[in-house]
């Protein structure tokens, strides 16, 4: 397995872009993860989906961002409009059950 | 949540020494996961323990799972300069078993 597969690796943007980060997750995983990472305040859980249905998305940081899972092989993260704030690290994670694996990251500069 | 607090914060060593790390919460856990994560990449699955007192060796590392399952410490034995990032424990919530929870990290500098 290509293990979680995230793109763009990189995306500089404007800001008041709309900025979508797209995740694959490991097959056969059900449930996904998106987090932030920065300097200031290390990994956050943004949301997590379970068999494709949001379960949590109180660390979503406002209604600028939206995430969604239209199948089991797909997730993704939009932000509208972007802001310089949002500028960070963003990973897609999978999980089967008591473990879980992180894509690479996408790192965001919103300019 | 269930908090977990990871000491020390960062650490200079030099090539060849033995280092130790540890995890402590609040609350108990069912499974400590230990990660490492280089710098530009993703944090990487280097153990996982799933049972309270469980000793498990990755090469060079090895993790125990606490008897009180609120702790749990990662030991890298003669570090080498590729043993540079930062160490993430984590585990998954009592609670709904899907959410995550993760420590604040610790950054190792191995000094050649």
């Known amino acids: 397995d290509a293990g979680v597969i995230q793109s763009p690796r990189h995306e500089v943007t404007e800001m008041g872009q709309e900025v979508t980060l797209r995740c694959k997750p490991i097959?056969?995983?059900?449930?996904l993860f998106w987090y932030r990472q920065t300097m200031m305040r290390g990994l956050e859980l943004l949301i997590y989906?379970?068999?494709?249905?949001?379960?949590?998305d109180s660390g979503m940081p406002e209604d600028r961002f939206s995430a969604k899972m239209p199948n089991a092989s797909f997730s993704t993260l939009k932000i509208q409009p972007s802001e310089p704030r949002d500028s960070a690290v963003y990973f897609c994670?999978?999980?089967?059950?008591?473990?879980?694996?992180f894509g690479p990251g996408t790192r965001l500069t919103v300019l | 949540g269930q908090q977990l607090n990871q000491s020390p914060q960062s650490m200079f060593i030099q090539e060849g020494e033995d280092v130790s790390m540890n995890c402590t919460s609040s609350?108990?856990?069912?499974?400590w996961l230990w990660y490492k994560q280089d710098p530009g990449e993703g944090p990487v699955l280097l153990i996982a323990l799933y049972k309270a007192g469980e000793l498990t060796s990755n090469g060079r590392l090895t993790a125990q799972f606490g008897i009180t399952r609120k702790d749990s410490f990662l030991n890298i034995s003669a570090s080498i300069p590729s043993d540079v990032g930062i160490y993430f424990c984590a585990g998954p919530s009592m609670r709904t078993g899907n959410q995550f929870y993760f420590g604040t990290g610790t950054s190792l500098t191995v000094i050649p």
């Open positions: 097959s056969g995983h059900n449930s």
């Open positions: 609350s108990i856990f069912n499974t």
């Open positions: 989906f379970n068999n494709n249905v949001p379960i949590d």
């Open positions: 994670a999978s999980s089967p059950t008591s473990e879980q694996f």
